[in-house]
């Protein structure tokens, strides 16, 4: 118990600081920018799977460790999409997902956003529209923001979530 | 205010209410002809109704007016060279409201129940004479007709119970019904002969100067056996869930609130009144089986999925509590504390009142279910908030009173009890010093499984999706039981909200049972009630009440202004699903499971058995649970046995010749002359 | 009360004894009824003594009633029956006579033992009068166990009634000897006719060999 | 009298203001033992704005009773919470109320959330409901023999008289009173769905048990749930610094410097409670969901004891 507590006070805090955010990553903006201020103090999002290959999600996962520390800007994972703000998909969506994707969609109260993770959420990547698959997200649910990388470091998909939460206006300001 | 009032005289009350038993009889003789169709058993019920209402006044009007010796009136009626006396002294006024109050609402219930019962000539006949033998065992001031009082409420429940014999269940249950009645009823007599001595005195007033015939420890075992097992104790409850769900709701609403009341009351009229000043320990076995009987009755709850023998097994619950309550009274008034033992009584007391209350309210809404739906199995049930609006919120109050919480009345009797266990360091001698924490753990471990069991019964009978066809057919019930229900849930918050004028009112018992009584509650600022003293321990019911609906009300109305008012209905959300069947849903079942692993693995030996099919095979697997109901193993199965072979053998004296008839007569004479012959 | 009058009541009771003894000897019919006639007389001897020694005009009528009723009539009455209905004239008895004799004085010996401390209080001729009188009654009722057909026992159970009546009369202040003797003859009036009636014959198992030679079709 | 009733109407404000700080503060901390920055300190309270503003999506089968529950359980905690003295003792309300009177109303607000949670009718929220009462049949029982304890110790159940007893002089080191501690500690842990017990950032539906039955709740029926939560985290932090901490909260009826210390020392209690708790917390793992009802038996023992010895050690005086 002792180590633990020592190494915890000599390493002391290794957060690394918050991505700028980059508009090209937008697809769509719905929200004005009040609303997207409150909820992007407090921000819940809730993962869903729609057939990725995992990939993604080890990225996604590395967000909650203490570089990225995704619950240091106020943004935490929950359980139900009823919590939620921000649904994070991940992965070409799937036929069998398609149904549930659509349900969770409907189940998340507004004003809610829509992240597109990976190659396969952004464009269907290698697999593409098939039998098997409905393609990219933005197929079934309206998507706010594409980010591309098979899979996206986790630097790149913070950024897309913060350029989900702040509003567009801000462009014209950075390259 | 009252004095202004013109008040009947003692005398004139005993003989007014031996006038409504008397009525009550008669309205039973009547039931006989008038059950042919539905406007006569309605005429019936509303009249057991009315009688019963101008009975609780009577005793109410008894229990108040301060007179200390009660007026008894002799009827001829009686033993040879005895008679019937009849009086209502504090502690009978005390039960006869409490037995009238519930009598009369359930009858109003009644009154739209137990039109279209299947046929009512088995069942309205009996239901006032249940009644009035009821208010006679109250009402009697000497064994004899203390005793037929009895035999008649436990023959006229018996008749009730098995009004309905089409299924084998309802017959069986009556079998157990007559045979532990018919015991318990034997062991009352000899309480009573031992009572009444040498020179055979059986009216109480005499009991109470002469001396006991035998040991007075043993009248008290006698009276924990013959009472005990009419209100259900442990060892001899077995019968009580087999007979309360057996007979028509609105009768076993009845049996459930106010016939064990009745036992109880004869508990106390036998060991507390005419048994004399008890020894110290007394105590001991009341303690021990309530404690029991508590905790077993809860866990017996826990694992029923039939809503009628869940309710039944919770009377074993309730009926525990009190005998607490009796047992803590008895060791203080033996170790001459009157005022704990007064704390004690009342809080045991006040119990009875809130369990006739709630435990009638239930069941009057297992009824009003029963009539929706025909089903009394909860798996079927589910979703009936929807559409049995009132008997929901109705049978929510009665859950939330009977799991002891807060603004309801059940919380009020259990916090009694407690403060009467926070004053047991006084108690002198060592045994019931370290009993009474064990019995506090068993008794509050109890409330939380009640609690427990009641989130289990109304979670899986109204909320969720039906299970069932049935369920979702289900319409509210008519206007008569909607309005006892109705009356029963706001008796309930009445009671809960104003305890200091119930605890008030019972004062008078505790006077004539332990000689000491508690000070007026009126004194208290808010309304509130402490007992013993104010830094000792205080609860404002109605602060408490008024706090928790000013908050409720404050944060609605905040949410309502500051919260967005957007809402939306969509699907439940499912890990998206799509459409899973009713049956994905926690049933009553499953809801137990976590504490049948948690205790049940230990009482009653509950084992669970996956059958898979064989790899290749299309049958579905099948869990298996397999329970052994313990006391039934221990205590009934070998005394059952025992009957069996004792019956084998004698039936072969049937068969005999006349000779060998003879032969057994001529023996016994030999036998009986040599004993007179040596017996010098 | 001369002793010589007490002797002789006293020796009448004990012959009374006696006579319940033959009864239980007895293996042929018609033996057994001469022999209960003969009890019946010593009783009504007894009984008549005793209505001399008390002076009590009533015991009179209980002697002619024992005399004539139980003398005569029941005893004639039974033995026509018994050729009537042809039943077998041996008497079949459980236990053999030995042993049931000397269980006869043990029980003898126990009503004495059981009646003396009892009646300490009345006089040396009533103790010993109702000591017999048990003994008789305990007699009669060894005969009904350990016969097997009808007519004995109810022999048996007459025998046990003169033994009541023995005591009846034995007790000075006993009221009702009267009514109590003719409810008695009444109720062996009905168990007579009832025997007549009903032939319950085959109601009382019988090891008559005979019987049981043609359920094993061996006819003689 | 109007100084109590200041003082109560403080309480309830205060009680309602600290409850969220005190949730941001365990989660700062407890990121920090984790080596990363926590979330800024009005966390909650964004959170709670937030889901205010959010819409209510309620599920097409959800009664009444669904919609009613969040408030009902909401204004229990809020009362139970404001009838512990946190700084200053004396409150007009808890005249009317006592320790027995709390735990029922803690009662109260657990049976309408299981209820909540049954009424959906989905799997989730009845795992939630079964499992919270089968801990609640467990640690009620242990918590009312904490009650039993402390009262039986200073004579009362009232809450302001026991800390004024602790206070006093005759307040001895006893063993009962330190089975009293660890026990009210670990039903405080289960109430409260900590660590050991139940975790309450999981996301896996099979291990939850509190968050499972509000995962049908959205918008403002969240919020007040939310907020309900960590009212009751409150009030057994301020439940244990009242009974066994007492030191520095403000008499009735003392000057405004003595309910100043008494705020002040209330904070720094409920700062050193959160810090031991989130220490605790990152210490140790969740237990299987049936290891936790030997978690709480032992609590339950523990409590019985200190009762049974408590009369030993009384016996003695």
Redesign the interface.
Known sequence: MWKTLRQIGSVGVVTETPPQLDEQLRVREHLQAQILGTLGRALCIRHIDAGSCNGCELEIHALNNAFYNLEGLGIRFVASPRHADLLLVTGPVARNMELALKRTYDATPDPKLVVAIGDCGCTGGIFGRSYASAGSVANVIPVNVAVPGCPPHPKRILAGILTAITAAATRSSDP | MIQALWLPGPLLLTQLAAAAIASLLVLAVLGVFLARHPLGSRFVYGACALVCAALAGLALLALLDPSPTPSQIRLAVGLPLGQTLLALDALSAAFAVIVNVTSAIVSVGAIGYGAHARDPQRVVPFYPAFIAGMNLVLLAQDAFSFLVGWEFMSLASWALVVSEDRSEGNRYAGLVYVIMAAAGALTLLFAFGILAGTDGGYSFAEMRQSAAFGPAALVLVLALIGAGSKAGLVPLHAWLPLAHPAAPSHVSALMSGVMTKVAVYGFMRIVFDLAGPPSWWWSVPVLVVAGVTAFLGVLHALMEHDLKRLLAYHTVENIGIIFIGLGLALAFEASGMGAAAALALVAAVFHVFNHSLFKSLLFLGSGAILNATGERDMEHL??L??RMPVT?VTF?VGC?AI?????FNG?VS??LT??A??LS?ELPQWIP??LV??I??TL??S???A??CF??A???TF???PRSQVAIAARETDLWLRSAMVAFASLCLLAGVLPGWVMDALRGVSDVLVGARLDSQAAQ??L?VAPIS???????GL??FA???I??AA??LI?RR???H?????????????D?S?A???TSG??????R???GSLVFRAREHVEMPKPGAAGAARLRVDMHDTVWELFYAPVIRLVDVLAGHLTKLQFL???KY??L??AT??LL??I???W? | MTALDSDIAHLLAGSMVLVSFLLLYQDRMFALLNVFALHACVLSFSVGWQAYLQNAPHLFITAVIALVFKGVVIPVTLHRIVVRLGIHRSIETVVSVGPTMLFGIALVALSIVVMLPVTVAAGAFVREDLAFALSIVLLGLLMMVTRRNAVSQVIGFMSLENGLVLAATGARGMPLVVEISVAFSVLIAFIVIGIFLFRIRERFDTVELQALDMSRGETE | MIRDWLTQLVQLAAVLVLAPLLTGVTRKVKARLLRRRGPPLLQPYRDLLKLIRKETVVAENASWLFRSAPYVIFATTWVAAALIPTFATGLTFSAGADLIVIVGLLGTARFFLALAGLDVGTSFGGIGSSREMMFASLAEPAMLMVVFTVSLFAGSTQLSTISAYMLGPQMGLSISLALAIVALIIVSLAENARIPVDNPATHLELTMVHEAMILEYSGRHLAVIEAAASLKLLLYMSLIACMFAPWGTAVAGGGAAAYSIGLVAYAIKLAVGGFLLVVFETATAKMRVFRVPEFLGVALMLGLLGAMLLFVSRVSQ
């Open positions: 589910g979703g908030i929807h929901a929510l939330v799991s002891a919480l807060p603004p919380f259990e916090w407690f403060q266990i926070l360091p010093r370290l924490p064990a506090g753990a509050a471990c409330a939380a499984l609690a427990a989130v289990k109304f979670g899986s909320l969720g999706r600022p808010w509130k104010a830094d000792r321990g205080a609860y404002g602060l408490v706090m928790i609906a908050a409720a944060t609605a949410a500051v919260a967005s957007a809402l939306r209905r969509a699907p439940a959300w499912d890990c998206g699903f799509p899973p009713p994905t849903q926690y499953s809801f137990a499971q976590p504490i692993r948690v205790f010749t006349i000779r003879l032969m007569v001529f004479l030999i002359l040599i007179i012959g040596t010098r």
